[in-house]
């Protein structure tokens, strides 16, 4: 009986096995390797794609320095001469010198040397260093030294010169009373020429 009964299981087994559900088809290992790494570059993407775009930071301006305060001197007070309008000149360096105002001075020795009784003599400063221009004017006697205070700068000398006969002539020449001269320095007024030994 069990000879009987085995060939009949059998065939049981086999008509339930073929009529049974089928199950899900399994991957391949290379299968789900390639399904993993393709979510793996999708998620990838979707991050960058969710990342902000890189917007440039507006510059900031740079603070300057505060400028530091300024040294402004008291003014110092004035003395207003008023000199008579006929011994004004005109033009800019046409007028007279303000020695006070020219800057630093040196000494200098004016020397009547051209035999005249009486020398006229007119220094006109050049604009100096300190923006300073005009002319000074001093008399000499014959033979006379006299020593002055001239400033800083060069000058156009001129001399009138009167002689005990009645003539007359002129000298000229230039002076350069320069910054490094603090030294006594002499000026010679000659029949022709004003100089400086």
């Excluded at 793996?40 to 993407?45: E, F, L, M």
Aim: charged share 15%.
């Amino acid at each position: 009986m069990l000879k009987k009964l085995i060939p009949v299981l059998l065939a049981i087994a086999v008509l339930l096995t073929a009529c049974a559900p089928q199950g899900a088809p399994t991957l391949a290992p290379a299968e789900v390797e390639g399904t993993a790494v393709a979510a793996a570059w999708t998620i990838v993407a979707m991050t960058q794609l969710a990342l902000p775009t890189a917007t440039p930071v507006p510059p900031t301006e740079t603070p300057s320095p505060t400028p530091l305060p300024t040294f402004t001197p008291f003014p110092l007070p004035t003395l207003e001469l008023s000199l008579p309008t006929a011994t004004q000149a005109t033009g800019d360096c046409l007028k007279p010198l303000n020695v006070a105002e020219a800057g630093p001075q040196s000494s200098v020795r004016l020397e009547n040397v051209s035999g005249g009784n009486k020398v006229t003599l007119s220094l006109n400063l050049r604009t100096n260093l300190f923006g300073q221009c005009g002319y000074v004017g001093y008399t000499l006697g014959k033979n006379e030294k006299l020593v002055v205070s001239l400033p800083k700068g060069e000058y156009y000398a001129y001399a009138w010169i009167t002689y005990s006969d009645g003539d007359t002539s002129n000298a000229s020449g230039y002076v350069n009373n320069r910054v490094g001269d603090n030294h006594l320095f002499v000026v010679k007024i000659k029949k022709e020429v004003i100089s400086v030994p």
